[in-house]
């Protein structure tokens, strides 16, 4: 008779303890499923922004047959790009220029024609300046130089080059349109799909690209960011 009953009891138990194991795996596959739905969307914002920072080098050279007279050539090279710059309209503090490199000529000639003067020398005057406009202006008016007689390189590697430094200005405004844009694409899906959208489950920003509006504008500066975010959703 005991066994019988503590058989029934332990039944009991059993049948209590699967019912209620039941009810808590249920449970758990409901929250399972509930955090399973998530859907992934990216957020773009752009904006055009006009350059603050120009670096315009104008790099020259001059030629001489003895060190002397090419140090005076390049002196006197060296102010006339220097008034120029200052007719302009640009401060002094925004000029400076580099250290000049002296080249022999004649320890680089591979032939008997040799150049008629044997040294080279060559240096680079730096406008380092926010006035980008009148940079723009400026550059259009350096045939002046040559017309002087300075001897000015074309070189790429010498190109004006325009900056934006502003960014840190603008990056909060930016990453909100980008996490406005990307809710609108969860929205979005949401009703297509048949749900609601909840909170951000997670997120992360992409990096900030800066690069010129196209060849002919570098002045005007297209600044990007992509952000990637989760939502969760419910029916």
Request: proline share 3%; hydrophobic share 40%.
């Amino acid at each position: 008779m005991r066994n019988i009953i503590s058989s029934a009891v332990l039944g009991g138990l059993l049948a209590v303890g699967m019912v209620w194991s039941g009810s808590y795996l249920k449970q758990a596959a409901q929250v399972w499923e509930s955090s399973s739905r998530v859907v992934t969307v990216k957020g773009l914002a752009e904006r055009e922004v006009k350059a603050d920072l120009a670096l315009w080098p104008l790099h020259f050279s001059v030629n001489a047959n003895q060190l002397t007279g090419l140090h005076e050539a390049l002196a006197n090279d060296e102010r006339k790009i220097r008034a120029f710059l200052t007719a302009q309209g640009f401060p002094t503090d925004q000029v400076s220029v580099t250290s000049p490199q002296v080249t022999d000529l004649y320890a680089n000639s591979y032939n008997a024609q040799r150049p008629d003067e044997r040294y080279r020398a060559e240096a680079t005057v730096l406008v380092r300046s926010p006035k980008v406009d009148l940079v723009k202006q400026s550059a259009s008016l350096t045939g002046e130089l040559v017309r002087e007689g300075i001897l000015l390189s074309a070189d790429y590697a010498y190109r004006t080059e325009f900056l934006f430094t502003g960014l840190e200005a603008i990056k909060p405004d930016m990453i909100a349109a980008a996490t406005a844009d990307a809710r609108r694409a969860a929205q979005q899906f949401s009703e297509d799909s048949g749900s609601t959208v909840g909170h951000i489950k997670h997120a992360s920003q992409g990096y900030f690209s800066i690069s010129d509006l196209d060849s002919y504008t570098p002045d005007i500066k297209k600044v990007r960011v992509v952000t990637t975010i989760d939502y969760t959703l419910s029916h």
